[in-house]
């Protein structure tokens, strides 16, 4: 195999044809598509709401888990169908959110320097 082209020696012609054909497949790519910028048509979720099971599998969770919750969840309803949008499936997540404080407890969580043992004694039977 010949060197490319440096320092003036010329390709062999097998190279010139590989180039040629590897940039004729470069021309005919899109290079978002090339770059993973964007999906195929086919690909894209134009939906304006999804279903529980669309839901459940977006957040990583049981549908059944939406199901038993959603009178607590934000939603939509139209008529006995329950949809969710973007912002209700985000709103979800938020709702859920868990922020540790700096000593390692969660906001709700009770600090255990504040439990102390019952005065009152048990009754061995």
């Given at each position: 195999m010949t060197p490319a082209v440096t320092g003036g020696t010329v390709p062999a012609p097998s190279e010139v044809q590989?180039?040629?054909?590897?940039?004729?497949?470069?021309?005919?790519?899109?290079v978002d598509t090339l770059l993973g910028l964007s999906r195929a048509p086919e690909d894209r979720d134009d939906r304006m709401h999804v279903g529980y099971s669309e839901a459940a599998t977006r957040l990583n969770i049981p549908e059944?888990?939406?199901r038993?919750?959603?009178?607590?969840?934000?939603?939509?309803?139209f008529g006995?169908?329950?949809?969710?949008a973007e912002e209700?499936?985000?709103?979800?997540?938020?709702?859920?959110?868990v922020v540790p404080n700096?000593?390692?407890?969660?906001k709700d969580e009770p600090s255990t320097?504040?439990?102390?043992?019952?005065?009152?004694?048990r009754r061995n039977s």
């Open positions: 590989g180039l040629a054909a590897v940039m004729n497949l470069l021309a005919k790519i899109d059944k888990w939406l038993e919750r959603i009178g607590s969840l934000p939603h939509r309803k006995k169908f329950v949809q969710f209700d499936l985000r709103a979800i997540s938020e709702m859920h959110r700096s000593d390692g407890r969660t320097e504040t439990l102390r043992p019952s005065k009152r004694s």
